[in-house]
């Protein structure tokens, strides 16, 4: 188990460095009027410099990537009830995303800057959980139809 941990990881470093990548090209399409904005202004001052920012940023999304991979394993915990794997989920990329979230300042800094960005963040993770769910559900109807028609016909 804690080799397969870690090879996530590793495979999802690169995962979250790309989909940060990603991101920025999107928001700055989005909001930076023609010009690309690797990170937030409040982490360039920060860190001192452009470079620094998006140097740390690189990192933090990475290790973002290789925490929520690394987590993944859960899923895969046969003896856990779906309630138990999804709250143990979003608890263990919570504890990462939050403070990455801050440092990163992908968030205001203020109470309500960091209740807004939770929620928003829970949100999204039950709207991605629930169209995972619910096609995970349409698969195993599908199975199972598949196989009540095998053995109707005699095949199993």
């Keep these: 188990m804690i080799k397969k941990i870690f090879l996530r990881a590793v495979s999802g470093f690169p995962l979250g460095l790309a989909i940060g990548y990603t991101i920025s ?12 904005s690797p990170c937030m202004p409040e982490l360039v001052l920060m860190m001192g410099s452009e470079i620094n920012a998006v140097l740390l940023q690189a990192l933090l999304c990475g290790l973002l990537g290789a925490g929520c991979a690394a987590g993944s394993v859960i899923w895969e ?7 138990k794997q999804t709250g143990i989920y979003f608890l263990i990329i919570s504890v990462i995303m939050m403070p ?22 829970t949100f999204l993770f039950a709207l991605v959980w629930l169209i995972l769910y619910t096609r995970a559900k349409h698969n195993i109807k599908k199975i199972n139809k598949t196989l009540q028609r095998q053995r109707n016909s005699g095949i199993v």
């Excluded at 090209?25 to 690309?36: F, Q, R």
């Excluded at 915990?77 to 309630?83: C, I, M, Y």
């Excluded at 979230?101 to 928003?120: C, D, N, Q, R, V």
Aim: hydrophobic share 50%; net charge negative.
């Design 25 to 36: 090209i999107i928001t700055s399409l989005i909001w930076a009027n023609g010009y690309y």
């Design 77 to 83: 915990v046969e003896t856990w009830g779906v309630a």
């Design 100 to 121: 990455i979230a801050y440092i990163t300042h992908w968030m205001e800094h203020s109470l309500k800057g960091i209740l807004s960005y939770f929620g928003i963040f």
